[in-house]
Nanobody, 127 residues
Framework: QVQLVESGGGLVQAGDSLRLSCAAS????????MGWFRQAPGKEREFVAA????????YVTGSVKGRFTISRDNAKNTLYLQMNTLKPEDTAVYYC????????????????????WGQGTQVTVSS
């Protein structure tokens, strides 16, 4: 089992920045590809960003490209999502997820490829 706990959400104004963290425990963190998803009220959960287990490959969805950065610190068992120039449409509950254990070093963009999920952290961006 892998336990994931997100933190860092909050209420900010448009144009502000936030950094989300996801603390992992229970298994060897570096064996898991990681991802961030979000779900806005009344909408389906959507992919935001993903990172390979060693951190060398990353991918972010088009709507946040150039504003959001995903990273990880395997020594600290922590995943990050740096969010800059936030917009009201970024308002959602943000979830981190783990896929694995993996022997490859790749990222995953579809929710069904992830087998562990955190409880989510709320991000609200006011205009």
């Amino acid at each position: 089992q892998v336990q994931l706990v997100e933190s860092g959400g909050g209420l900010v104004q448009a144009g502000d920045s936030l950094r989300l963290s996801c603390a992992a425990s229970g298994r060897t963190f570096s064996n898991y590809a990681m991802g961030w998803f979000r779900q806005a009220p009344g909408k389906e959960r959507e992919f935001v960003a993903a990172i390979s287990r060693l951190g060398s490959l990353v991918y972010v969805t088009g709507s946040v490209k150039g504003r959001f950065t995903i990273s990880r610190d395997n020594a600290k068992n922590t995943l990050y999502l740096q969010m800059n120039t936030l917009k009201p449409e970024d308002t959602a509950v943000y979830y981190c997820a783990a896929a694995g254990p993996k022997t490859n070093n790749y990222y995953y963009t579809r929710s069904h490829e992830y087998n562990y999920w955190g409880q989510g952290t709320q991000v609200t961006v006011s205009s």
